[in-house]
T-cell receptor, first 113, second 112 residues
Framework: NAGVTQTPKFQVLKTGQSMTLQCAQD?????MSWYRQDPGMGLRLIHY???????DQGEVPNGYNVSRSTTEDFPLRLLSAAPSQTSVYFC????????????FGPGTRLTVL | LAKTTQPISMDSYEGQEVNITCSHN???????ITWYQQFPSQGPRFIIQ???TKVTNEVASLFIPADRKSSTLSLPRVSLSDTAVYYC?????????????FGKGTKLSVKP
């Protein structure tokens, strides 16, 4: 199993551009989520999904969209990038909702100029 | 979800046992206590989880007193490779939400 994979590893955007961060897992996990981590901070939850076709907002959802058309994939879309979205983004998954053992991807480092 | 409080940083030397304590005064009845480890430029990694008393695995031990208002992660005989940030989280297990709340964690520095 590849586990949780994320692409790209690094990305530089200009203010106002849009892009999609990809996340995939091959463990047939029900629950998937996106976090952002700013320097010296813990992780903050952006959006999460408890199954295909079901998504919900986390702590900091503004400026981001998600969809979950399949169990495996959970892309995060930045609609109009802003410098405040410069961060490291982590995708995570777990066997089922409420399982606190989450598997994290390697992260995507995003810089918005 | 219960808030947690843990030291911002700790220093240790190779071969020592390290104990990181976390307080969670508002822990709910169905909350489990979970610890994660994060190395620089990597995603967090699950270390251990428990509900009460003591849990031990190949990496660490977790001690939880009867009132469950605190917990202690114990790392036996640390090495330089244990230098990382350690996060304590509390959350429901098997409930309707799988959301985890990460604080700033404890930055552990292991010196030779």
């Amino acid at each position: 199993n590849a586990g949780v994979t994320q692409t790209p590893k690094f990305q530089v955007l200009k203010t106002g551009q849009s892009m999609t961060l990809q996340c995939a897992q091959d463990m047939n996990h029900e629950y998937m989520s996106w976090y952002r981590q700013d320097p010296g901070m813990g992780l903050r939850l952006i959006h999460y999904s408890v199954g295909a076709g079901i998504t919900d907002q986390g702590e900091v959802p503004n400026g981001y969209n998600v969809s979950r058309s399949t169990t495996e994939d959970f892309p995060l879309r930045l609609l109009s990038a802003a410098p405040s979205q410069t961060s490291v983004y982590f995708c995570a998954s777990s066997y089922y909702t409420g399982n606190n053992e989450q598997f994290f991807g390697p992260g995507t480092r995003l810089t918005v100029l | 979800l219960a808030k947690t409080t843990q030291p911002i940083s700790m220093d240790s030397y190779e071969g020592q046992e390290v104990n990181i304590t976390c307080s969670h005064n508002n822990i709910a009845t169905n909350d489990y206590i979970t610890w994660y480890q994060q190395f620089p430029s990597q995603g967090p990694r699950f270390i251990i989880q428990g509900y009460k008393t003591k849990v031990t695995n190949e990496v660490a031990s977790l001690f939880i007193p009867a009132d469950r208002k605190s917990s202690t992660l114990s790392l036996p005989r640390v090495s330089l490779s244990d230098t990382a940030v350690y996060y304590c989280l509390v959350g429901g297990y098997g409930g309707s939400q799988g959301n985890l709340i990460f604080g700033k964690g404890t930055k552990l520095s292991v010196k030779p």
